[in-house]
């Protein structure tokens, strides 16, 4: 949670211990929550290297700010995974894909990103150990995002990371456009230590189990470390959660006036509507009433709503009634869905060294993560998908009924099902380094060779969809045609023993389907560091060098299940996403520190990179320099300027003719004709295929960053120190997904020159190139139904970012009383600035992402005792409807202009939680602790003109778990 800005008197200790492998391009530790110190007086530090530079230094804060935190810190702050830890930080923003892990259609729910800074979760550099990982091998979104997986890096492994926001890459190359995280593994160990913990969530899921070992040896020359962990952790599933477990959780303002009259139905579980009128009302003809008691047949998982709606005019509600007929509703549309994926891992690691000689350690490292994380969204259900009888303006005579059907539902129960069908992904990922290291040049400078290899595989087995097996189970085969008021259909007899009433799993099983896609990634890289002083400037003190070469081959394979998206056979979300390549990247770096003056020292570093894929990414040429003056002694003023480089994602680049198959969504231009303002999705009559592929003409996306501020250990009152520093990053030709909910609004706004909302669509001016495009990416019918939609990456004019970073640290020691520490972090986001052509208007969105965010930790140790305390605070962020005309009690939204318009200004409230933590050590060898997570059992509240899930504010770090409590053991067996 919180962000530990190193300090010289606080961490002097922990570096010098960290220094104690020769040669090695060793990472600042943290001081842990329980060290005290003996003295304050200075120390004299050896040479370390931190994340930002590859020269070693005697400082420990350098010219850019580094936050340092170690894992035992993290799990005293009451927290299981590093993920759910870094998206605590201030620097981290919510990731881009699918904002949310319960998102329709998000293929990587099993994974986890960080995203610093608002820049998306591929402008973050993940490193383990220094080196880069692989990539996640399953794309976000419907393929639209490339990142790394924090979700499979234990805790438990963690010795610390840092934490770089800021760009840097002149140091590091691509994806470090918006900083770099630095997860550094445990190295040495000495003995075997055995680590239990359990509990969960008290408002139930989540169940925790984790049992971690971890051992290591030393010789005269050689040292081993051995981890084992196993982690077992339960979903948390909507029907955990019930206060937003269906449609009709929607805040009431998003209620229209017919809902608010009459109750608001949720989502069609089984329904024939009657399409004798379906060109002219689109398919929502009246429903035919089920049979009595058919709702009631499923158990609770349907009940019969009765479905009325009224006319208005105006600001006014017209008299009279117009009867829709009846269904059975689903009771809790998103029950099945996970609001927090299942997860059970088992993960290795070992790493060990070996002195050859006096100057020269062989090294090496082995990790092997496996898990099976648990998912899902709907349950399978038949519905007229494209190709069916009664998709589109197509109709159907039903013998049985002796009607006409436009449009149908049948979702099936896990009652049918016999299991709740899951989606189950198993993944592997293996990360393999060796290297040598040693001292030349009369010691002056350390070399370091290391080749890696890493491997990513992640098969996906699920539930599938055959809708022609459903529609043939219920509906039968075609028994002829029929003309009906002049227009020919086919014939069908409703089998209504079936679809009224409960079938059995057997009887599931004869059109049932499961399936399995798969993904692999993989990456191999050589890198040869060199490092050390140059010579000796006329001051005494000396020009420190840095140099890198890298070789770095990678590629990906997206592979789903060959019986593609069909009538027969589709997944889940009805997607079929493929591609596959490859990249070879050649870099060279190089960097120095020049003391100009005893109190001036100045950083300077380029980076060339050499691409060789199928993009017109060619060669990248970065650059940085930085400045750090200490005027007098405790005080640094410091400085960056540096530009930035991002070579295209490879799934942009590689993505092949991918298709989805959409039905549920919310059509904004059919929103803004009918004046409905809060346009929530629901399940559409007509489906429409959803086209999207990479592109091999994307031009690298470029930029600049730059920070500046200051540390400043307080005179006077020793173990204060603050610090404050601004920072501002920009993007040239960044990448853009257009996604479906983007491409459909800039459509709607294109055509009309509005928002949902009623205000005016300032996004893009009209007629512009974009807004052509825009336009002729959604293909409609001549009744306005989408029939076809293209998405894809687009190269963007521009993005800036900025803010401000600020920390207080306070540490105090007494003689009785033990030692105190108090941190205070806060950042604020003063703008996040975007526009898509040099002739759209520059937007600032600030408001749209968390625009403030501050963190404290406060820790008392006292002989064998520790207690931590941790509160954070995200500020609010603009609710829905925000700008929008405030609705009135009849349920009517007036439009900006209008008498009856009062503008409305709501915010998500700030988001506050406190967690706690307390441990006693029994004696040297055995530990216990309490760790308790959100305190207060605070979860996400729905807002008054939520219209669609997910309700709460997951961008403003609102979660629905709430409390949680835990339980640790701590044996340290010799």
Sequence with gaps: MTIFYVRRRVLAGSLALALAAPCALAQVSAASSGEQETSSSPKTLEKVTVTGSRIPRSEIEGDAPVSVITGEQIKAQGYTTLYEFLGSMPQVSTPEFGNGISTWGNNAANARSINLRNLGADHTLLLINGYRVTDYPVPGTFGQSTFQNYNNISVGMVDHIEVLGSGASSIYGSDAVAGVINVILKKTYQGDNIKLTGGGATRGGRAYGDFLYTGGRSGEKWHLLYTYEHTNRSPLWGRDRPYTDAQSDAGYGAWNPSQRLFGFGNGTGLALVNGANKQVDGGKGPYIAPPVGACGRFGNNFSLYHKQTVATSGNQVLPGVMDGGYYCQLNADYGNWVLSPGLRADNFYVAGDYQLTDKLQAYGSVGLFTNTGTTNTQLPGLGPIAGLPGSGNSVFYDQTTGQVIGNYSRQLTPQELGSYGNTHTREKNWDIHAGLRGRIFDDRFNWDVNVGSSKYIVHQYYTGLNQQGMFDFFFGPQLGDTTINGVSMPVYALNTERFWNPITPSQYATFGVNGEDSAYTWMNQAVFNLNGDLFEMGNGQSVGFAGVLEMNHQGFHLAPDPRGNTLQFSNPFQNYITGGGTRTRYSAATEFRVPLLDSLTWTVSGRLDKYQDHSVANIAKTYGIGLEWRPIDGLLLRGTYGTNFHAPDMQAIYLANSQQTVGFYADPLLCIQTGDRTCQAYQHSTYFPQYQTGSRDLLPETGHSWTY????????????????????????????????????DDEAGCRTGLQVNGAPYVAHAMGSAYCQQAIHNVTRDASGNIIGLRTGPIN???LYVSGVDSTLTYKYNTSHWGSFKFDLNYTNN??????????????????????TKTVFNANWHINAWDFTLHGERTGGVRAPNYGGCTVLPNGIQPGLGDTDCVIYKGHYPNWVIFSTAASYAINDKLKVGLNIANIFDKVGVIPYYAGGFEYIATNQGAGYVGREVFLSLDWKID
């Design 796 to 798: 963007v004019a521009s």
């Design 709 to 744: 501020g200051f540390v400043w250990d307080v005179p006077g009152i020793d173990g204060l120190s603050v610090s404050a520093d601004y920072w501002k990053m920009g993007i040239n030709n960044a990448i853009k997904w257009i996604g479906q909910g983007t491409a459909l």
């Design 830 to 851: 003063l703008s996040y600035q975007e526009r898509d052509l040099p002739t759209d208007p520059l937007l600032n969105t600030r408001y749209n992402y968390p625009a």
